[in-house]
T-cell receptor, first 115, second 109 residues
Framework: GAGVSQTPSNKVTEKGKYVELRCDPI?????LYWYRQSLGQGPEFLIY????????DSGLPNDRFFAVRPEGSVSTLKIQRTERGDSAVYLC?????????????FGPGTRLTVT | GQNIDQPTEMTATEGAIVQINCTYQ??????LFWYQQHAGEAPTFLSY??LDGLEEKGRFSSFLSRSKGYSYLLLKELQMKDSASYLC??????????WGAGTKLIIKP
């Protein structure tokens, strides 16, 4: 079956612009996670959804970052007024559900470069 | 605070055995995961341990000691395709994954 997909695979934007990153999880997975990863580091948790609701958004670095999952499937991570420090690979993962030791399946990531 | 420690980089020879260690201090424990990540690709699941002891899966094995806050990943009969980063992640009391920075494994012929 289809895995987790993310679009775009690469995004180059100018400082100050707005960007949207999309994640399409595995069908039937109710939990969806957003991470970002810098070179040589592990994934850094941003936010996760259980269904349509953001169950934990404690990892969002500031109010420029926002994510939605309106129908409990596809999710969009939105970054306003991008800064050069936002440059990273943004990973999305999904799991069967949350609140248990379920394997997370990762998408290929979106490489964001802010110039 | 929460902390996951693993070596930054290791080098091993094709056909040999390598052990990658991970130590952790987290708020709660609901298991430890190992993921493999090839350069430029997404992490993929290797193993999960929640009870003490060794879990074997083909050429890969993972060990856990909860009392010591310690795990290792053992890779046998190394192949060139095993060159990758290996990420240790602990699931905390809220079932969130806390990730280490990863160990870059370099395999030499």
């Amino acid at each position: 079956g289809a895995g987790v997909s993310q679009t775009p695979s690469n995004k180059v934007t100018e400082k100050g612009k707005y960007v949207e990153l999309r994640c399409d999880p595995i069908s039937g997975h109710t939990a969806l996670y957003w991470y970002r990863q810098s070179l040589g580091q592990g994934p850094e948790f941003l936010i996760y959804f259980q269904g349509t609701g953001a169950a934990d958004d404690s990892g969002l670095p500031n109010d420029r970052f926002f994510a939605v999952r309106p129908e409990g499937s596809v999710s969009t991570l939105k970054i306003q007024r991008t800064e050069r420090g936002d440059s990273a690979v943004y990973l999305c993962a999904s799991s069967l559900t949350a609140g248990g030791p379920y394997e997370q399946y990762f998408g290929p990531g979106t490489r964001l470069t802010v110039t | 605070g929460q902390n996951i420690d693993q070596p930054t980089e290791m080098t091993a020879t094709e056909g040999a055995i390598v052990q990658i260690n991970c130590t952790y201090q987290t708020s709660g424990f609901n298991g430890l995961f190992w993921y493999q990540q090839h350069a430029g690709e997404a992490p993929t699941f290797l193993s999960y341990n929640v009870l003490d002891g060794l879990e074997e899966k083909g050429r890969f094995s993972s060990f856990l000691s909860r009392s010591k806050g310690y795990s290792y990943l053992l890779l046998k009969e190394l192949q060139m395709k095993d060159s990758a980063s290996y990420l240790c992640a602990v699931m905390d009391s809220n079932y969130q994954l806390i990730w280490g920075a990863g160990t870059k494994l370099i395999i030499k012929p």
